[in-house]
């Protein structure tokens, strides 16, 4: 039995989404989150340190040992001693990965038979040497393996291991400062590796603006100093100046514990007190991850930047992932209620939200500084259940649990004998179609009041409402049945409602809801989308979009926005239908796998402010969405074997993943009654595990 095409199978079938490189967004919000508890790693409280390799892996030390990760699983090795790992640097050449632990340093590698084993590098020590405490940096720099203790540096090179110290020192810190290895004393003074041992540097030699937490090349030119209660600092030929950001007082008092480089420039700095903190390259604050959205705890003591611009942080208790590389941000207007988002709407270049709450408001901008974006006021009168934001005229209408309101500045003010308003249709700027719980008002503003009138005659809850292009309004109730009530019956204030049936839709029996796409009615039947005729009522097959979404999984949202593009939602995947520029339109699809099963249900929307920038109401919260660059930053998953295993009653690797270049193992040829394998697939720095799975083929 071959196993290259059930791995080629499952591989095709674990490609079923794609991920996308980030644009021009706002950064509202922040980027999303991905927590790794106690219970998920099967590992310890703390994280100390994170590498990652060539083959796929990121690596964790941690309370309990070396702990691996694939994209799917997590695996821990432990040391002979079983202690705690400090700190770990990656051989990608030799396929090693080094640890520093208590009193013990070595490293593990994968044997012939692709099991991954430990070499103890310190027990070859001389025995007067082996006496040191906790390997707190393991640096793996052109002039070896360096590991630091509290009172030695030891260097591991061509197979050789030897101290750098022949007497009793303090030592804080190591690091490649820009093109030189540079140690720190307890005494502040700085050392340079010359190729043999440390000597002390001959220009700025003492660093005395506090101890160093972290090391940070920018460029050739800019090598910053982090400082664990003094803030940061940059080398000159003229010494160690401030290196000022927009907020130095913060971090002088939340405690830089470690630092790193992003892809793009920009700094990520782990805290003490406050989490995770993204410096810009104008040294201004742009993203503040802490507890209070989403990470687990304050306490970050390792940080690192995957390959593909993500964030790894270690913390005091649990492993997080955030996702820089998302297009989504995520965003509680409502703070810790972290309520349902149902609606948002920019009127006067505020951002207006939506929620089970109420209604919220923040200035609309491309940038927020830090604390600007998290900065929303709660709208006065506007508690309970936000259904609908609408603008109409020169005024924003706010449809809500108890009844219409129009919004001015900071307050929300109630249109007199409205109650549970769901939609609004403009008829005019002063005369309004409202659907509400029991049917249909009529508003119109006369003598500086709006006045309210029920339109006689129809009592059915009228949420789903489309203006056809006679002025007729369209109703749509899921149990009852389609509406149609004619512009001349709105101008009585009285209606007989028509009420549409199969007979008047070519027979085709068709579902209680109505979309309007492309100044049409759209329905649905159970197997196909029609374009309505509002006069004829005969239904013509809308072929365009049908081609692209399976209406037999069950369609639960269809919204046309301002670039024409359709959005669209059924119980098996949610994404955007792209129009492209052709004589017949024709429309480009992109499935939007991280809105599944987020949307609240049946109150889907979307509100597009630009091609850079959607705001997306979500059962929890909302979601900034950047299209741009969702659409035209495509890159494929990157999904590879780890692991196969011939299962028995003595379980056997036939194969590990060990070289960076192989994607998937040669033939394996099994005989009839070896028939039960399991396959292991994992994924680079894609934090959602439910997009990989364990498959077993028996």
Request: hydrophobic letters at 35%; charged letters at 20%.
């Amino acid at each position: 039995m071959k196993l290259t095409n059930i791995i080629r199978d499952c591989i095709i079938l674990m490609l079923y989404f794609n991920t996308f490189v980030c644009s021009q967004p706002s950064n509202i919000g922040h980027p999303p989150v991905f927590n790794y508890t106690k219970k998920d790693t099967k590992a310890g409280t703390q994280t100390w340190a994170i590498a990652e390799d060539n083959l796929g892996y990121t690596w964790f030390g941690n309370n309990a040992g070396l702990v691996k990760f694939d994209g799917y699983r997590w695996e821990i090795f432990s040391l002979p001693n079983n202690t705690v790992v400090r700190s770990l640097n990656c051989d990608t050449i030799n396929q090693r990965v080094y640890v520093g632990s208590q009193g013990e340093f070595g490293y593990f590698s994968f044997a012939e038979n692709g099991k991954f084993l430990y070499k103890s590098i310190s027990q070859s020590l001389p025995s007067g040497t082996r006496l040191f405490g906790e390997v707190w940096q393991t640096l793996n720099t052109n002039y070896g393996m360096f590991f630091r203790t509290d009172h030695q540096v030891f260097r591991y090179y061509n197979g050789t291991i030897r101290p750098l110290f022949d007497e009793y020192v303090y030592l804080n810190f190591i690091a490649e400062w820009g093109s030189e290895i540079v140690l720190q004393d307890s005494n502040n003074k700085l050392y340079y590796f010359d190729g043999a041992r440390f000597q002390l540097r001959p220009t700025n030699s003492v660093f005395d603006k506090g101890k160093i937490s972290s090391v940070i090349n920018l460029n050739d030119q800019t090598t910053i100093i982090t400082t664990l209660y003094n803030g940061i600092f940059q080398e000159t030929k003229n010494g160690f100046l401030q290196w000022h950001t927009s907020n130095d007082q913060f971090f002088k008092k939340n405690v830089i514990y470690c630092g790193t480089r992003l892809d793009d420039g920009k700094v990520a700095l782990g805290t003490s007190y406050e989490g995770v903190i993204i410096l810009n390259k104008n040294r201004e604050i742009e993203n503040h991850i802490n507890k209070s959205i989403q990470l687990q705890n304050n306490t970050v003591l390792s940080i690192f930047n995957t390959n593909s611009g993500n964030i790894w942080a270690g913390l005091d208790n649990g492993i997080d992932l955030v996702q820089r590389d998302s297009y989504f941000r995520i965003f509680y207007p409502d703070d810790d209620l972290q309520g349902t988002g149902y609606t948002a709407e920019i009127f006067e270049n505020e951002l207006y939200l939506g929620t089970n709450t109420g209604l919220y408001k923040i200035p609309w901008q491309t940038f927020y500084s830090h604390g600007q974006n998290n900065k929303f006021k709660y709208i006065e009168h506007s508690k309970g259940q936000v259904w609908k934001l609408q603008k109409i005229g020169k005024r924003l209408w706010m449809a809500h649990h108890e009844g219409a309101f129009t919004i001015a500045g900071k307050i929300a003010q109630k249109v007199k004998g409205t109650t549970g308003v769901w939609k609004f249709i403009e008829k005019g700027e002063n005369d309004i179609i409202a659907g509400f719980y029991e049917g249909l008002i009529q508003l119109k503003y006369q003598n500086n009041l709006w006045h309210a009138k029920n339109i006689e005659g129809f009592e059915e809850s009228s949420r789903f409402l489309i203006n056809d292009k006679d002025d007729n309004i369209w109703v749509s109730h899921p149990y009852r049945g389609l509406y149609k009530i004619l512009k001349e019956e709105l101008q009585l204030q009285k209606t007989k409602a028509f009420k549409l049936n199969s007979n008047y839709s070519n027979g085709i029996k068709i579902n209680n809801y109505i979309f309007p796409i492309d100044q049409s009615i759209v329905v649905f039947s159970a197997d196909n989308l029609y374009k309505l005729n509002s006069n004829s009522y005969n239904i013509k097959k809308y072929s365009e979009i049908q081609d692209h979404i399976d209406v037999q999984k069950g369609l639960k949202f269809l919204e046309e926005d301002s670039y024409k593009n359709i959005w669209y939602a059924t119980t098996e995947e949610t994404g955007i239908l792209v129009p492209q520029r052709q004589f017949n339109t024709k429309y480009q699809k992109y499935i939007v796998n991280e809105l599944n099963n987020r949307l609240p249900e049946t109150f889907q929307s979307v509100l597009t402010i630009d091609k850079y920038n959607a705001i997306i109401p979500t059962e929890r919260g909302f979601l900034h969405f950047n299209p741009e660059g969702y659409m035209n930053g495509t890159k494929p998953l990157n999904l590879y074997v780890s692991k196969i295993v011939l299962k028995s009653h003595l379980d056997s690797t036939l194969y590990s993943k060990t070289k960076a270049d192989v994607l998937q193992p040669e033939d394996i040829i099994l005989t009839h009654d070896q028939n039960k394998i399991e396959i292991n697939l994992a994924v680079i720095n894609h934090p959602n595990k439910q997009l990989v799975n364990t498959v077993t083929d028996q």
